[in-house]
């Protein structure tokens, strides 16, 4: 069974500071990776999709890696802003069901 | 384009009710998923429906069921309502979900379940 895990759980950092945060997964036999935000109450924005062919996909200020064979993704916020702050999940497909990690709540502070 | 829409955004049941919750699709999307988020389990998958076929379930009791339309519009029951069934309910649609297939999932605002 697919276990998709998000480390920090919760991240504050001050404006303009760049910053990663990290999602790992057990079976590595997926169909692709996406990242998503969820603001408070609402339903999930999907932020970049990294097929499972690809290494890493890039809008804007968002930098997202894929290893396939260690398990682990990472995504990179440039220049962070207070509009970032969000919690932000990272969630895999395989065998018709997508499953996601508990997530990291971002802060940024003017 | 539009994009998925789930309806109501909000509802307040009583134990023991029933609900059916509605989701539309993005245009030409035919795969539909369904999932619970609570604060303490965070989200959980609960069906994939692909051409008005089921094709994966989750880890939920038979209270919970779906179906899915002919022009991919999917509905969710859940039966005798608890009190822990109280959650945001969310679906997402994409084009396909096979290997090799951009299966990018665009997700709806939610209905948030209150029972009481």
């Known amino acids: 069974k697919q276990e998709v895990t998000q480390i920090p759980a919760a991240l504050s950092v001050p404006e303009g500071e760049n910053l990663v945060l990290n999602c790992s997964f057990t079976d590595s036999a997926i169909y692709n990776l996406q990242w998503f935000r969820q603001d408070p109450g609402k339903g999930l924005t999907s932020l970049l999709l990294?097929?499972?062919?690809?290494r890493e996909q890039t809008s804007g200020r968002l930098n997202a890696s894929l290893d396939k064979s260690s398990g682990r993704s990472t995504l990179y916020i440039a220049a962070s802003q207070p509009g970032d702050s969000a919690t932000y999940l990272c969630a895999v497909w395989n065998n018709n069901d997508m499953r996601f990690g508990a997530g990291t709540r971002l802060t940024v502070k003017p | 384009k539009a994009g998925v829409t789930q309806t109501p955004r909000y509802l307040i049941k009583t134990r023991g009710q029933q609900v059916t919750l509605s989701c539309s699709p993005i245009s030409g999307h035919r795969s539909v998923s369904w999932y619970q988020q609570t604060p303490g389990q965070g989200l959980q998958f609960l069906f994939e429906?692909?051409?008005?076929?089921?094709?994966n379930k989750g880890n939920f009791p038979g209270r919970f069921s779906g179906r899915q339309f002919s022009n991919s519009r999917s509905e969710m029951n859940v039966s005798t309502l608890e009190l822990g069934d109280s959650a945001l309910y969310l679906c997402?649609?994409?084009?396909?979900?096979?290997?090799?297939?951009?299966?990018?999932?665009?997700f709806g605002q939610g209905t948030r379940l209150t029972v009481v």
């Open positions: 429906y692909f051409s008005e076929t089921q094709r």
């Open positions: 990294i097929q499972s062919s690809q």
């Open positions: 997402a649609s994409s084009l396909e979900i096979k290997w090799g297939v951009n299966t990018e999932a665009f």
